[in-house]
């Protein structure tokens, strides 16, 4: 089993910036992909953006592009999410994920939530008018 754990939420104002990181423990001797995503209040948890297993291959959705930046750190066994010009509507739970990997080809094999079978408890980010 995988456990993540998400840290660096909080109430930020519009325009301000934000660190998300997410600690992997358990089996992190294994290959996985990793996955950002968020779900506001009333609606479905969507995409953010996702990096393969060696950070050779990155993915970015429509819905933040530009103003997130994902990468990670393997020795540390932590995935990142930078994200810059936050907006209210940017008002979500972040969720981390992660996907193992049965080759180790520089590939992504997903960048939907139903690609991912381990999930975080999220972090609570608030943007703020």
């Known amino acids: 089993q995988v456990q993540l754990v998400e840290s660096g939420g909080g109430l930020v104002q519009a325009g301000g910036s934000l660190r998300l990181s997410c600690a992997a423990s358990g089996r992190t001797g294994s290959k996985f992909d990793m996955g950002w995503f968020r779900q506001a209040p009333g609606k479905d948890r969507e995409s953010i953006a996702a990096?393969?297993?060696?950070?050779?291959?990155?993915y970015y959705a429509d819905s933040m592009k530009g103003r997130v930046t994902i990468s990670r750190d393997n020795a540390k066994n932590t995935v990142f999410l930078q994200m810059y010009s936050l907006k209210p509507e940017d008002t979500a739970v972040y969720y981390c994920?992660?996907?193992?990997?049965?080759?180790?080809?520089?590939?992504?094999?997903?960048?939907?939530?139903?690609?991912?079978?381990?999930w975080g408890q999220g972090t609570q980010v608030t943007v703020s008018s």
């Open positions: 994920a992660a996907h193992e990997r049965r080759t180790t080809s520089n590939t992504l094999d997903s960048t939907t939530r139903d690609g991912y079978e381990h």
């Open positions: 990096i393969n297993w060696s950070g050779g291959r990155t």
